[in-house]
């Protein structure tokens, strides 16, 4: 069997230029798998593609027992995220708070499933700070974009004295600068009108530091003995996949970009085991929705895009806390006319989520809750425009490589149509899609022990391996 290699530079192509779609792509065969009882692990063109299967704890064992150095690793450059000069003291504070506000808000199955994964990469000579890898390390694992997004979210929760003016003496002060908002995703799903032939095409960009990756390149292909088999990128450690890039064999495709962080809701259960849920036991759209949305803590809000293979049906899901917008193919409901077509690229479009994430703050103007396309909203735009009715595997595979839905902090592409999707199958490169390298800085180097430049691989085909 045959695979596309990857060719660059990009650079050279216009930005959504066609030539004739090449063959369908093919995975290539498994080399050299290691084994543990049914679960497996291979190396593939940068990926790692790990199957587990059967009971919570028994998958999870699986996966801890396969990944055991990468997720020692990972803890450890997460502990370097949280303080570079005492990450020991760093990863205990966040292991508390991971434990305090997230452990006891996720399903009995997902713990069982990481008491196994932390006990696997132990009985496999994992350790952290001179001690066993432990549930709480796993929990906090899992958590992490949650915690990364809770400054943000307890900025846009009222607390109680806004609007309050205080006769404070002394000179003005100028207010605190705002954060600079970053680049967290690029994601389309199409179906109908504007796909070639009438069936779904999604593809997806992850965005993010440098220091996780080296982490974001695990493929996990899990069979559940409860619920649909899936497969979905992750990370070492994971149930769920965090960069958000789904498919299960009830014919769901799940993917998500980061909007502008709700308010905290801490009666809410942690979007890990939603998240998770959704995919496991997801048969349908309205199922999908409803996984996301129940108990939700409002913490990584997100704008998630779900297919239906079954019924030919697309959706766009916007988040917040308490606000939140469904857009469905099947009622014809469209933004900005794109028939057939939904984007995300961390700019939520609905007027009511934009405004829940406003920080509480009654001076606020209103012009920053209207939504306005941004850079990568004219691009998608543009690139719906040129190809509504002509969208597929190798349109997908030029936008997703092209600037600027490919960004200098892109760490990888993938995308399926509905005949890859229905294999539970991806086209996908791991490193950065517009084919430079990306190397640290010697700060990074410095601070990060984990870290290392991140190299464009080829494209390949990640499918299940038997």
């Known amino acids: 069997m045959r695979r596309l290699l990857w060719l660059a530079p990009f650079a050279l192509v216009p930005l959504f230029a066609l030539s004739p779609a090449p063959a369908a792509p093919e995975a290539p065969a498994p080399k050299d798998p290691k084994r543990h009882g049914p679960a497996h692990r291979t190396e593939q063109d940068g990926w790692i593609v790990v199957h587990v ?5 028994a998958r999870g064992y699986q996966q801890g027992r ?15 995220e949280r303080s570079v000069k ?6 205990k504070a966040a292991r ?5 506000l997230f452990l006891r808000t996720i399903d009995r199955e997902y713990l069982e499933e990481m008491r196994g994964i932390a006990e696997g990469a132990t009985d496999a000579g994992a350790s952290y700070d001179g001690r066993d890898i432990d549930l709480a390390d796993i929990v906090t694992v899992n958590c992490w974009m949650e915690l990364e997004s809770l400054d943000s979210a307890l900025a846009a929760t009222p607390n109680g004295l806004e609007g309050k003016e205080f006769p404070r003496p002394g000179p003005p002060r100028a ?3 705002k954060p600079v908002k970053k680049d967290h995703c690029s994601a389309f799903i199409a179906t109908g009108p504007a796909t070639a032939d009438g069936k779904i095409v999604f593809g997806h960009i992850t965005m993010s530091g440098l220091t996780a990756g080296p982490f974001v390149n695990v493929w996990l292909d899990v069979q559940p003995k409860a619920g649909r088999r899936f497969v979905m990128q992750a990370f070492p450690g994971a149930v769920w996949s965090s960069q958000d890039y789904y498919i299960n064999d009830a014919g769901i495709l799940l993917c998500e970009t980061t909007i502008d962080q709700s308010p905290f809701d801490p009666t809410g259960a942690s979007l890990v085991g939603r998240a998770r849920k959704a995919i496991q036991y997801g048969e349908n759209i309205d199922a999908v929705v409803k996984a996301l949305s129940t108990k939700n803590n409002g913490l990584y809000s997100n704008e998630w895009l779900i297919g239906d293979l079954k019924t030919n049906e697309i959706a766009m899901f916007e988040l917040g806390t308490k606000k939140s917008r469904l857009w469905r193919s099947s009622k014809d409901e469209w933004f900005e006319g794109t028939k057939g077509f939904y984007w995300g690229c961390n700019n939520a479009k609905d007027f009511d989520v934009r405004g829940e994430a406003v920080p509480a703050d009654p001076d606020e103007p209103l012009d920053k809750v209207e939504w306005q396309a941004d850079e990568r909203d004219k691009a998608w735009l543009k690139f719906y425009k040129a190809h509504a009715g002509k969208i597929d595997g190798a ?11 490919a960004g200098d902090t892109s760490l990888d592409a993938k995308y399926a ?3 890859l999707a229905k294999k539970l199958s991806s086209h996908a490169m791991y490193g950065p899609p517009h084919g430079k390298a990306w190397k640290p800085t010697e700060e990074q180097l410095r601070d990060h022990p984990e870290i290392k430049a991140l190299e464009p691989h080829p494209w390949t085909v990640l499918a299940p391996k038997k």
């Open 86 to 91: 005492a990450p020991a003291d760093g990863w």
């Open 96 to 100: 508390q708070l991971a434990g305090a």
């Open 175 to 177: 207010p605190a600068p």
């Open 395 to 405: 349109a997908a595979k030029k936008a997703l490589t092209a600037a600027p839905l």
């Open 417 to 419: 149509t509905a005949e």
């Open 53 to 57: 299967e059967g009971e919570p704890y």
């Open 66 to 80: 396969l990944l055991a150095k990468e997720i020692a690793a990972y803890i450890r450059m997460l502990a370097t």
